[in-house]
Every structure is written in C-alpha cells, then in structure tokens.
C-alpha cells in the first residue's frame, strides 16, 4: 500500500491532524478504495469479448443507460453518467456478444484517469477492432457531469457533457445513426 503514507501527508498538508479519531484509518481506507476504483489498469480490453452467440439478425444492438464513474485526469475528481452503445453485427456471421460485456469494458475504461473524449473513442475502438465480433458499425455516446465544474472553477451545477464516437456504417449512413440516436432518446 504505497498510497496510503501518501494520503497521511496530503492530510497533513491541508492542515488537518492525521492522527485525529476520525482520520486515524483514513489513509487506509483510501489507498483500499483506490485500488477498487482505478482497477481498470490491471486489465486488458481484449480480454472482455469472449462470449460470442449466433443470432439470426444483423440488425442493430443497443445498450443504453449503462451508468459509470471515472476520475478527471487532470483535477483528479470524478465524473459520472451514463453511457449509450449500439453496434450493428456483421452482416455475414451475424455474431453478437454477451450483453454484460459492454458494463466490464466500460469500467476498464473508466477505472483509470481519463477525460470523458478519450473514454468514448476507446470504448469504440475496443468493439470496432474486435475480430471475432466484427462489426459493420458502432456507436458510443457519453453523457456526464464533471465535478471538476461542479465543486470548483466555473462552479456550474447543471452541465452536462456529451461525447459520440461514431466508427463503420454510423459513419456513412446516417439512417442508421439517426434511428440510434432516437432509440437512446427515448423515455421507455
């Protein structure tokens, strides 16, 4: 636990006593939630897809409003909201992929430091380049709220940010892209 002496200091350095009661576990009990929360490095995105089934369509696969938490890399607080999916399987093979795969793909994504960008377009790239799945098209949609507006800086309680990552035929055809995006916003 090498967090955890650190987590002392930083207690010092805000002026605080970390021998006090309340905070006598505390650099503990983070370096622990530390590790739970940045877990995401010890895993590798390839290793997610591994259940794979026949289906008899090639129509498009949405998973909409999977909730996620990561940390701001460059503040250090976190952001949180939910995260849209859609793939199209590949018209040949007609493959699709175990639907909780998606949730463990996200949170090794999400689990590191990050900005929200860069998480959309790894989660994409993660289901485009898999060659068992193959897929004709995805897209990923962000929706989140940063405290690093909310709790310091602009101090902005309302914002949301929105990312999409558009790779295949979403690319090229906007039906398709269009029929996504009134999918995820529907209310039911």
């Known amino acids: 636990m090498k967090i955890a002496p650190l987590i002392r200091q930083l207690i010092e350095a805000i002026g605080e006593n970390p021998d006090r009661e309340g905070l006598k576990e505390t650099p503990r009990r983070v370096a622990t939630m530390f590790d739970e929360i940045f877990d995401g490095y010890k895993y590798k995105s390839e290793d997610v897809f591994n259940a794979f089934f026949s289906s008899e369509s090639d129509d498009m696969v949405i998973v909409k409003n999977i909730d996620f938490d990561s940390f701001c890399e460059h503040h250090m607080v976190p952001f949180s909201g939910k ?6 399987p ?20 999400a689990h590191r430091l990050q900005l929200q960008e860069r998480l959309t377009s790894q989660i994409a790239n993660a289901i485009f380049a898999n060659k068992e799945l193959n897929p004709a098209g995805v897209m990923v949609v962000v929706e989140a709220q940063h405290l690093c507006m909310v709790m310091r800086g602009v101090k902005n309680y309302n914002s949301m940010t929105i990312t999409s990552a558009v790779r295949g035929v979403f690319k090229e055809n906007d039906q398709s892209r269009e029929e996504f995006l009134m999918l995820i916003n529907r209310n039911t």
Not at 83 to 88: F, K, L, P
């Open 83 to 88: 995260i849209h999916i859609g793939y199209i």
């Open 90 to 109: 590949d018209p040949h093979t007609k493959k699709v992929v175990g639907l909780s795969k998606f949730v463990r793909l996200i949170n090794i994504f």
